[in-house]
T-cell receptor
Framework: DSGVTQTPKHLITATGQRVTLRCSPR?????VYWYQQSLDQGLQFLIQ???????AKGNILERFSAQQFPDLHSELNLSSLELGDSALYFC?????????????FGPGTRLTVT | GENVEQHPSTLSVQEGDSAVIKCTYS??????FPWYKQELGKRPQLIID?????GEKKDQRIAVTLNKTAKHFSLHITETQPEDSAVYFC????????????????FGQGTILTVHP
């Protein structure tokens, strides 16, 4: 167990819908990262937050957004869902905003868009 | 941006043999290189990492080497066991233009390691 929690574990929804994925970092970690894992794209970085502020963006679609709350949990919002958004979504946390520190992954949310 | 290439895509070994997975990266500014093990349907699990100021690091049966000049790093697993069977990912982290690192990891495509009893 990495100490990073994610809910829900599974999510099945229809095209065009909106969903929210939730992540709680390890105790003491200030940085949260979101990654998408699909068969064709592998593990792709989406976005990073550090202590409530956005720090870096990857190839995140405009239909996707995220935020980090004062208690440091983070939410990833996916809207106008398409079939191609079906994937495993992981969050990871780290003690620092620096990339030279270990990132620990949560168990992931498996999103299926039908 | 950073690009990480990982080889081989699949690797099959007999129990007790060694396994080596290699990665190359494109951005010479990358300074942190973790390796993750992922079992089917599970989270990526950090197994070892190395920073750019170190050439080699070992932890029991696993070791990682880094060649900054050639921009490649490798994972070595000795005395492989069936429970080592999983997908292994290498990754690289690159600082931003200001020198501090955003922390994002760029991953290789993964290596499916199968250890036969």
């Amino acid at each position: 167990d990495s100490g990073v929690t994610q809910t829900p574990k599974h999510l099945i929804t229809a095209t065009g819908q909106r969903v929210t994925l939730r992540c709680s970092p390890r105790s003491g970690d200030l940085s949260v990262y979101w990654y998408q894992q699909s068969l064709d794209q592998g593990l792709q970085f989406l976005i990073q937050y550090y202590n409530g502020e956005e720090r870096a963006k990857g190839n995140i679609l405009e239909r996707f957004s995220a935020q980090q709350f004062p208690d440091l949990h983070s939410e990833l919002n996916l809207s106008s869902l398409e079939l191609g958004d079906s994937a495993l979504y992981f969050c990871a946390s780290s003690v620092s905003a620096s990339g030279s520190y270990e990132q620990y992954f949560g168990p992931g949310t498996r999103l299926t868009v039908t | 941006g950073e690009n990480v290439e990982q080889h081989p895509s699949t690797l099959s070994v007999q129990e007790g043999d060694s396994a080596v997975i290699k990665c190359t990266y494109s951005d010479s500014a990358s300074n942190y290189f973790p390796w993750y093990k992922q079992e089917l349907g599970k989270r990526p699990q950090l197994i070892i990492d190395i920073r750019s100021n170190v050439g080699e690091k070992k932890d029991q049966r696993i070791a990682v080497t880094l060649n900054k000049t050639a921009k490649h790093f490798s994972l070595h697993i000795t005395e492989t066991q069936p429970e080592d069977s999983a997908v292994y990912f290498c990754a690289a982290s690159t600082p931003n233009a200001g020198g501090t690192s955003y922390g994002k990891l760029t991953f290789g495509q993964g290596t499916i390691l199968t250890v036969h009893p």
